[in-house]
């Protein structure tokens, strides 16, 4: 195998033509539009086919053995918060303490909590009830309302493990869940502030939009206390963190450090917040819980194919060497944390998916990091929040949550576009900045 730069990027550049193809236009399966681009990019660049197939195996199992635990155990919370009504607890919550005035705010808050341990579509669907209740009865137009919501939602979506794009850009460049939970959380707030304050301004033409009359499905579990319901939700990420944290004290040792580090593994911490969900609902049935185990295991599969894929799809161009092809050809030194974020940004805009964007970027750019100047531990953190900032940007008519926001509550396509479409526009530009300034702070 000997291939030209021109080659290997040609093949690359018709790999990635593939995949947004295929999800796009022709809606087929992100792990089939993976798969076939694997063949794509290791055939262009003369690898022998058996090659291609090896490299493809032992990509997706390495991308299973550090994810698989854990995203099906994010899933699994996910679905009992719904189930228990605790997001809605969580809900009120804080939209008693910012008050009816503010309820946007607060919407947009709930969504930036809520949407930690569930996906964002999930979040947006579980909650529009409470939602399009709180348009009709504060008079807020309900475009307001349901922006807040889901740039709140997204915001944590697209920069925080357990969600799948985070946490498959973590563990293809080989960035510790702990620091980019933190450094995440503080990143998504300016930019779920940003989605909040553009909703508030950018919706003044849309104020005839009414609340869409629904009816809300019924929660079989019984709701729960606040602190039950948060509690799920909170423990993971003390955990996770102090682990991190801990990590960077040297001669950490003792009872005490082995149990925190034990204690703070992403799946340890999120089957703890599994177990404090189970406690979020009362007289359990058998078959209540044998359906929810089985729906999250159902959900989880889906999305752990579409990872394992990208795994492959990551070793191919890795044994393909085209990061060394790229760091002797193009001055990439010179566009460091640019370059992910354009990548993702672009990958983003013409298939729609966060998730398949940041995989499909995240396997591009891991062999390119030296050549970025983003191979330092702190280096590649930003490099993958700065991917995350670009899979903000932008939500349009290809992306699966604008119609699930659409349809949930009654916006039509060009308010959603001028409203929504921009706002994630907004937030991904504000999100790199952030980065930006980060980075001259940690790289």
């Not at 681009?37 to 690898?47: D, E, I, K």
């Not at 939700?233 to 682990?243: H, R």
């Not at 900032?389 to 939500?395: D, E, K, P």
Request: glycine share 10%; aromatic share 10%; charged share 10%.
């Amino acid at each position: 195998m000997n291939s030209s730069f021109f080659q290997a990027f040609g093949f690359l550049i018709i790999g990635v033509a593939v995949i947004i193809l295929l999800t796009a236009k022709f809606r087929v399966h992100a792990f089939f539009a993976l798969m076939i681009a694997c063949f794509v990019v290791g055939l262009g660049m003369q690898m022998p086919p058996t090659d291609v197939i090896a490299t493809m195996k032992d990509g997706f199992g390495s991308i299973m053995k550090s994810l698989g635990f854990i995203i099906v155990l994010g899933t699994t919370l996910g679905v009992l918060l719904e189930y228990t009504g605790s997001s809605k607890v969580m809900a009120e919550f804080i939209l008693n303490i910012v008050g009816e005035k503010y309820a946007a705010l607060g919407i947009s808050m709930t969504g930036f909590i809520v949407g930690l341990p569930i996906f964002c579509d999930s979040g947006y669907i579980v909650l529009n009830g409470l939602n399009q209740s709180l348009a009709k009865r504060t008079g807020i137009p309900v475009i307001v309302m349901s922006v807040s919501l889901a740039t709140g939602l997204l915001s944590v979506h697209c920069l925080i493990p357990p969600h799948p794009g985070a946490s498959a850009a973590a563990a293809t460049i080989g960035v510790d869940f702990g620091k980019l939970m933190i450094a995440g959380i503080i990143i998504a707030i300016p930019a779920m502030l940003v989605g909040y304050i553009w909703a508030i301004f950018a919706a003044k033409k849309f104020t005839h939009i009414t609340s869409k009359e629904i009816t809300e499905e019924k929660i079989i579990g019984a709701s729960a206390s606040v602190v039950k319901s948060f509690l799920p939700v909170i423990v993971p990420i003390i955990l996770i963190a102090a682990k991190s944290f801990l990590g960077l004290e040297k001669n950490n040792s003792g009872w005490m450090a082995n149990a925190l580090f034990f204690l703070g593994d992403p799946v340890v911490a999120l089957s703890a917040g599994v177990v404090l969900a189970f406690n979020c609902g009362s007289s359990w049935k058998h078959n209540a819980i044998s359906k929810l185990l089985q729906e999250a295991g159902e959900k989880a599969g889906g999305i752990l194919v579409i990872i394992g894929s990208g795994g492959a799809f990551g070793a191919v161009i890795a044994a393909g060497k085209i990061g060394e092809h790229f760091s002797h050809a193009l001055p990439l030194g010179s566009l460091g944390l640019l370059f992910p974020f354009l990548l993702t940004m672009i990958l983003k805009t013409a298939q729609g998916s966060s998730t398949v964007a940041i995989i499909t970027a995240s396997s591009i750019v891991l062999p390119l990091l030296p050549a970025l100047g983003l191979q330092t531990e702190n280096g590649k953190l930003l490099c993958v929040l700065s991917m995350g900032a670009g899979s903000m940007i932008i939500s349009h008519a290809n992306d699966a949550y604008f119609w699930v926001i659409s349809k949930f509550s009654g916006i039509e396509m060009k308010p959603m576009l001028k409203v929504y479409s921009l706002a994630t526009l907004f937030m991904g530009l504000v999100t790199m900045v952030m980065v930006y300034i980060l980075s001259l702070f940690i790289h």
